[in-house]
């Protein structure tokens, strides 16, 4: 079966910080991933999303980014963090089954001071 | 374009009671429509997808939701509230590719 890690699962940080979140699938090949961004009483926010190794796409502009170094591994990286980076990080995968289906990971908790 | 609308930010039922999460949606083509489930400091799971096959999706937890073209909407419903429900829900449209999440709706469940 498939799985789907994060880590770390929380994170406190200060302003003008790096940052590097992994993002690692199990169980299945050439799946499309995407990180996503949970503002505190908010909904989700589509951050990137990948459909291969060096295939990222990115919906908003902001000071993050987002690799794809292996089949099964994304990454979300920022060089300076701002108080605005803090939220709730999901990474997600898909597969075909009947359609488009996308399973979330575990999340991780970013607190920017 | 799609979209997600899910009305009430928060619902409170009693514990026994119906569940009823709503949700619309709006799509240019036939929707592929999902609920997931998050509970704090987790994850999204999902509940139910609704994939043109039948039109009442049964889903874990006891779950169901029913699509109702004529109305496009997608509502969530549980016979009986149980304490463990309480969480957020999401509403999910997607096209074949693209999703797109509703706000979310907090459950509450009252002892």
């Known amino acids: 079966s498939q799985t789907i890690h994060q880590w770390p699962a929380t994170l406190v940080q200060p302003v003008g910080s790096p940052l590097s979140l992994e993002c690692t699938v199990e169980?299945?090949?050439?799946?499309?991933l995407y990180w996503y961004r949970q503002a505190a009483g908010r909904g989700l926010q589509l951050l990137f999303y990948?459909?291969?190794?060096?295939?990222i796409s990115s919906e908003v502009p902001q000071n993050l980014s987002a690799s794809r170094p292996q089949d099964r591994q994304f990454i979300l990286s920022s060089k300076k963090l701002l108080l605005s980076d803090s939220g709730f990080y999901l990474c997600?995968?898909?597969?075909?089954?009947?359609?488009?289906?996308?399973?979330f990971g575990p999340g991780t908790r970013l607190l920017v001071l | 374009a799609q979209s997600v609308t899910q009305l009430g930010s928060h619902v409170s039922v009693s514990e026994g009671a119906l569940v009823l999460l709503r949700c619309n949606y709006s799509?240019?083509?036939?929707?592929?429509l999902f609920w997931y489930v998050q509970y704090p400091n987790q994850g999204l799971q999902l509940l139910l997808k609704?994939?043109?096959?039948?039109?009442l999706v049964k889903g874990i937890n006891g779950f169901e939701a029913e699509f109702k073209k004529s109305e496009t909407s997608f509502h969530l419903t549980k016979p009986s509230a149980h304490m463990s429900d309480a969480a957020e829900y999401f509403c999910?449209?997607?096209?074949?590719?693209?999703?797109?999440f509703g706000p979310g709706t907090r459950l509450s469940v009252l002892p």
């Open positions: 997600a995968w898909s597969v075909f089954e009947g359609l488009e289906t996308q399973y």
């Open positions: 169980g299945t090949s050439n799946p499309n």
């Open positions: 990948s459909v291969g190794i060096g295939q």
């Open positions: 799509s240019s083509v036939p929707p592929y």
């Open positions: 609704y994939t043109s096959a039948a039109t």
């Open positions: 999910a449209v997607s096209d074949g590719q693209n999703f797109v």
